[in-house]
């Protein structure tokens, strides 16, 4: 997975993205949580340098 930063915006990060992968990691099927945290780990580096500058 590849993400850019000029592919998201600040405001989706910190508002719709994160929401909707904190919904997914309490997520009841073990795979759903295993393959979010998975991603999280793919974008932490981009998310960091999203909030951090908000």
């Given amino acids: 997975m590849y993400l850019s930063q000029g592919e998201l ?3 989706t990060v910190s508002g719709s993205l994160l ?7 309490v997520d009841e099927e073990p795979a759903i949580i295993t393959n979010t945290t998975i991603l999280l780990g793919n974008i932490a580096s ?3 340098e999203v909030v951090g500058n908000s």
Wanted: charged share 25%.
């Fill in 46 to 48: 981009y998310i960091n």
């Fill in 9 to 11: 915006s600040q405001r």
């Fill in 19 to 25: 929401k909707y992968l904190s919904k997914l990691q």
